[in-house]
């Protein structure tokens, strides 16, 4: 069965350092989103992106933040000067969006990055 | 404002039924989801509600009232490997542009 893969499982990182974290979505999935949840606490959004371009993000989502899809198949998040409050599981996560199949509008997740930031 | 709440902590007994209640009120409803989380991994997904009514799939089923901003996930005949975090979550369309806004989740302990 078709997964989403995230790529590292685990990064630490110094305070102001960037970091890169990757993943594979489905590949007929047309939409994808990051998500992250700090350890303890609930899964927020961060953003969303269709057609190569942010769809939607949240008020965390400031200027720190970027997303690409440099090729076919991988969608990235970056962070560019990482704080120690950016601690968390990141997880991405896609979907078809075909509004005709409730199975379309199913966000199937990744495996998560935990990112450490000391 | 979005505001999801769901119970912190549940236990049951294996064997047993639980169900899990949700409220909401939110903005751009477009349907509510009920993923499982084991700790330290990803939320998968068990079920989506779109129209009011009760949605069985095997042991799991899920019930939404759109008009009373309510749901509940209905786990029958548990197992120890259901001992996880059951997340609620509202699919939010604004602008055609959709995203999850999750609760806190609730902390399912199953005992023998």
């Known amino acids: 069965e078709p997964e989403v893969t995230q790529t590292p499982s685990h990064q630490v990182t110094q305070m102001g350092q960037e970091v890169i974290l990757r993943c594979v979505p489905i590949?007929?999935?047309?939409?994808f989103y990051w998500y992250r949840q700090i350890l303890g606490q609930k899964v927020e959004f961060l953003v969303s992106f269709y057609n190569n371009e942010i769809s939607e993000k949240s008020e965390i989502f400031d200027d720190q933040f970027s997303v690409e899809r440099p090729d076919g198949s991988n969608f990235t998040l970056k962070i560019r000067s990482t704080k120690l409050e950016d601690s968390a599981m990141y997880f991405c996560?896609?979907?078809?969006?075909?509004?005709?199949?409730?199975?379309?509008?199913?966000?199937?997740f990744g495996p998560g990055t935990r990112l450490l930031v000391l | 404002g979005q505001n999801i709440d769901q119970p912190t902590e549940m236990t049951a007994t294996e064997g047993a039924i639980v169900q899990i209640n949700c409220t909401y009120q939110?903005?751009?409803?477009?349907?509510l989801f009920w993923y499982q989380q084991h700790a330290g991994e990803a939320p998968t997904f068990l079920s989506y509600?779109?129209?009011?009514g009760l949605e069985e799939k095997g042991r799991f089923s899920s019930f939404l009232s759109r008009s009373k901003g309510y749901s509940y996930l209905l786990l029958k005949e548990l197992q120890m490997k259901d001992s996880a975090s059951y997340l609620c979550a509202v699919h939010s369309i604004s602008g055609g542009y959709n995203k999850l806004i999750f609760g806190a989740g609730t902390r399912l302990a199953v005992h023998p």
């Open positions: 939110t903005s751009g409803f477009n349907g």
């Open positions: 590949s007929n999935h047309l939409y």
């Open positions: 996560a896609s979907s078809e969006r075909d509004r005709d199949r409730v199975s379309g509008e199913t966000q199937y």
């Open positions: 509600n779109v129209l009011d």
